[in-house]
């Protein structure tokens, strides 16, 4: 039998190596916050998700912290651009942020239940931007 506290930690962890691709490797994990995208910096601010992204050979995957939150699955295929994103002295979102440039990405587990994955073809490259919470973005770029 599990304790308490072991069954809440158990049921909080989403992510699974079962959700990479075969013959994909797990790398690295760094504690970030998400700015969603298609929304102005304000907003993306105000509606920021705190999560896990999870730096694999062949992906990124977003593993939020809010189970209602789908995990978000970006291939190296469909990404245009991984960089430093650089923004407007006006703009609200301070910091070392990343941005990522995809063309399409996966949208896994939402609310927690397995469900088939929804793959999502944007109509124009969009940007995914992170802010990494306890490393610099130096480390997750390198």
Not at 11 to 38: A, C, I, M, W
Request: net charge positive; aromatic share 12%.
């Amino acid at each position: 039998f599990l304790h308490a506290s072991q069954q809440i930690e158990r049921q909080n962890k989403r992510f699974s190596l079962l959700l990479l691709e075969h013959g994909e490797t797990y790398l690295e994990d760094f504690g970030v916050n998400y700015y969603p995208y298609g929304s102005s910096d304000e907003e993306a601010v105000r509606k920021s998700i705190r999560g896990r992204l999870k730096l694999c050979s062949h992906s990124i995957l977003l593993d939020p912290q809010d189970m209602a939150y789908p995990i978000l699955k970006f291939s190296f295929k469909k990404c245009l651009k991984v960089d430093r994103w650089t923004t407007s002295l006006m703009s609200p979102i301070k910091g070392d942020i990343m941005v990522l440039v995809a063309t399409e990405y996966v949208r896994m587990k939402p609310d927690n239940l397995v469900r088939p994955y929804e793959f999502v073809k944007l109509p124009s490259p969009m940007e995914f931007r992170f802010a990494p919470n306890y490393v610099s973005l130096a480390e997750v770029l390198a």
